[in-house]
């Protein structure tokens, strides 16, 4: 799953619920995943939470390639916050049932293409 579509569309909804963006500013810093800018855009500009963390969603996509893991290790180190083990659960959840549904298609196209062998190779 691309960056975008992770932050934008499949768990913006969650994010924005659950982010502890204060806690989370710092750790987001170490990656150097936030301009200076950027940072006072989050903390001081934006007037509720909601619109810091959607902010934030709109950002991280801009980041590179490794944003969503760096994203999520930031959660992992904020550990004291609730709303970011949840976060973490629903995601990695997620990961699991794609990861399984991947199998079971990459386990149904080998499957298929075994058949296919076997009939082609019967005599005719």
Same mark, same amino acid.
């Given at each position: 799953m691309d960056a975008d579509t992770f932050f934008r569309c499949t768990f913006q909804q969650e994010i924005i619920e659950n982010v502890n963006l204060p806690a989370l500013i710092p750790l987001?810093?170490?990656y150097k995943l936030l301009t200076r800018q950027e940072q006072e855009q989050l903390l001081n500009t934006l007037f509720t939470s909601d619109a810091r963390i959607m902010k934030l969603t709109e950002i991280l996509p801009k980041k590179g390639p490794d944003c969503v893991d760096k994203f999520l290790d930031c959660l992992r180190q904020e550990k004291k916050h609730p709303g970011h083990t949840h976060l973490l659960q629903l995601i990695e959840q997620q =990961?699991?049932?794609t990861t =399984?549904?991947?199998c079971s298609r990459d386990l149904q196209t080998a499957t298929r293409g075994v058949l296919k062998l076997l009939v082609? =190779?019967?005599p005719k």
């Open positions: 987001l810093n170490r =990961a699991g049932i =399984a549904l991947q082609s =190779a019967q």
